[in-house]
């Protein structure tokens, strides 16, 4: 059973924006840190933007910083990943995930590796096309 839901994914222009959504409904949201990654065929997966919940501390990749936001809404249980200025090399799968509480400084030096995220969603395509 899928702890975390995407949806948002699909064709985009460059230049143009999408958000993804996760629907974590079925965790208690305050106690995670939040991750969205992404992924194409032949490369690791790359963490792009993260929330640490209990102090809503946000990080993200040198690769999307200021471009992709990541938000969340507590009363849906949503994180969302808004993603703007949108490139071909954006095209991948992209993924949520949740992780167990960390501190401070290993949010801050580690905050997107794969390593500290325990739930994972089922990924949404995302493809960035003239």
């Known amino acids: 059973q899928l702890m975390l839901v995407e949806s948002g994914g699909g064709l985009v222009q460059p230049g143009g924006s999408l958000r993804l959504s996760c629907d974590a409904s079925?965790?208690?949201?305050?106690?995670?840190?939040i991750g969205w990654f992404r992924q194409t065929p032949g490369k690791e997966r790359e963490g792009v933007a993260g929330?640490?919940?209990?102090?809503?501390?946000?990080k993200y990749a040198d690769s999307v910083r200021g471009r992709f936001a990541i938000s969340r809404d507590n009363a849906k249980n949503t994180v969302y990943l808004q993603m703007n200025s949108l490139t071909p090399e954006d095209t991948a799968i992209y993924y949520c995930?949740?992780?167990?509480?960390?501190?401070?400084?290993?949010?801050?030096?580690?905050?997107?590796?794969?390593?500290?995220?325990?739930?994972w969603g089922q990924g949404t395509q995302v493809t960035v096309s003239s």
């Open positions: 995930a949740a992780g167990m509480p960390v501190g401070r400084d290993t949010w801050f030096i580690n905050g997107l590796e794969e390593n500290l995220y325990t739930y």
């Open positions: 079925k965790l208690t949201l305050d106690w995670y840190i």
């Open positions: 929330m640490r919940m209990s102090s809503s501390s946000t």
